[in-house]
DNA sequence: TTTTTAGTTTAGTATTTTGTAAACTAAAAA
DNA sequence: TTTTTAGTTTACAAAATACTAAACTAAAAA
């Protein structure tokens, strides 16, 4: 178990790039990776830093993104200047709730995209309408499932 | 209904916004948006280029990658030089497939993640099993339900 | 009061992405 | 055989992105 360390390492990099795949900025998404992959859960600025390598301000251009995104956040020690940064990974169900917003405003725009469509190819608007419904659908059982989900933890 | 053209255009820009979202190059986003929205379901290069008043370069680029990702197919007609596209919109529940198989890669990153967690934050831990359980869940519900969908449309 | 710490901001560079014009090509038409 | 059509490929330009080093700042410590 020495080379933990190159394990996590090599997940870091894993989990940035499909982090990296959903948008994010490299940077950030490394930071996000590392503080989801870390055993120390809280990671000061420098720690960061020193662990993924790149300058200040990538790091504190990261820090910034994944803060105003509620991807992460942070605490202060009394007596201690340095603040704290720490995954919101337990807030997960946030993250499938935009996701699913997302998934709705597809829906939104193929429901536009039907009204606007002639007559002219009716196999091509029914799957249209298929996939509203199946989206539709999706939402009817996600939503709930999630809300459930979400009560449990809370109690 | 006279400027049902403008409002074409505009949805036209609102799918090709929400495709690049999902990584799609800015042309091919709209190439594949304007063969979703158009009623002539089928258009030719020519009018591709036409309508999204891009260079002949952009268009070809755009509908080779949207040819190999499989997200557009063409036609020819005997005695007609010209190649015929057309949205393979119908085929959604592959892309619903491909999401759902994004979703395992998430999951199974997390499996991995948790693997290397020591038990120094069970919370944060148990949060991340949590995740887990529920990406197993949806897969659970959603993919009988797409293949479901898919077997009906298919007889 | 001066210095140190923990960052943030600025200004500039390197890289990647996106797009264009124009040269090129292969097949069909004349 | 020559020309036209329907694109493709190449070579380059413009713009956006992702960094970095270094200057700066505000609060706490000495």
């Known amino acids: 178990m020495a080379d933990t360390e190159h394990q996590r390492r090599e997940l870091v ?3 940035g790039v499909i982090n990296e795949k959903i948008g994010m900025q ?3 998404a490394r930071v996000n990776a590392l503080l989801q992959v870390s055993n ?3 990671l000061t600025f420098d720690e960061i830093r020193e662990e993924l390598q ?3 301000s990538s790091v504190s251009n990261a820090i910034a993104i994944l803060l105003s995104t509620g991807q992460i956040e942070y605490f202060t020690k ?3 200047r340095k603040r704290y940064f720490r995954s919101t990974m337990e807030k997960w169900p946030r993250l499938i709730d935009k996701l699913l917003e ?4 597809y829906r939104d725009i193929y429901k536009q ?3 606007i469509r002639s007559d002219s190819d009716p196999t091509f608007n029914q799957s249209i309408k298929d996939l509203i419904n199946f989206i539709d659908y999706v939402m009817e059982t996600v939503s709930p499932m999630l809300r459930e ?3 449990k933890r809370n109690k």
Chains 1, 2 share one sequence.
């Open 149 to 151: 989900w979400t009560e």
């Open 102 to 105: 997302f998934a709705m405003n």
């Open 113 to 115: 995209v039907l009204a």
């Open 78 to 80: 009394p007596g201690d």
């Open 40 to 42: 120390h859960t809280m």
């Open 26 to 28: 490299p940077v950030a």
């Open 54 to 56: 790149v300058s200040k």
């Open 13 to 15: 990099e894993k989990i």
